[in-house]
């Protein structure tokens, strides 16, 4: 199967792709950059959260033809929008796979708690 089989198409014939990055900077990120970033990145159904360790981890959603298209997408918007809002900042990993979220909530039933004996 190759990569642009793996993911989900959209209207437009592109595929959908998760991209996952992590950027270490040189000190803990408060809020208001954390803030800053999710905002630069909600077109693309960004969400960004520090990790603990100085650094912010960044997850978006792309539509492009290729895995490869998408991977320079994500590197483009990183560099452009991501990285000069976190001084001192460098791109550590970066992973493009298939979107797998569900594209609805689907209520899953609660699962039955079987209580006995092993005898």
């Known amino acids: ?7 989900r198409t959209t209207s437009g014939g592109a595929y959908r792709w998760a991209v996952e ?3 270490r900077t040189t000190y803990r990120m408060d809020e208001p950059v954390i803030a ?3 905002a ?3 077109s693309c159904h960004g969400v ?3 990790t603990g360790a100085p650094g912010v981890s960044v997850r978006i959603l792309l539509e492009a033809e290729s895995c490869a298209a998408a991977y320079s997408t994500a590197l483009v918007l990183l560099a452009r929008t991501v990285l000069p809002l976190l001084e001192g ?3 550590m990993d970066l992973n493009v796979t298939t ?6 909530h ?14």
């Open 89 to 91: 900042s460098t791109l």
């Open 40 to 42: 630069s990145i909600a």
């Open 99 to 104: 979107d797998e979220t569900p594209p609805e």
């Open 48 to 50: 960004a959260r520090c």
């Open 106 to 119: 689907i209520v899953l039933p609660v699962p039955i708690a079987v209580v006995g004996t092993v005898h």
């Open 21 to 23: 990055a992590s950027v």
């Open 36 to 38: 800053a970033v999710r």
């Open 1 to 7: 199967m190759s990569e642009t089989t793996m993911g």
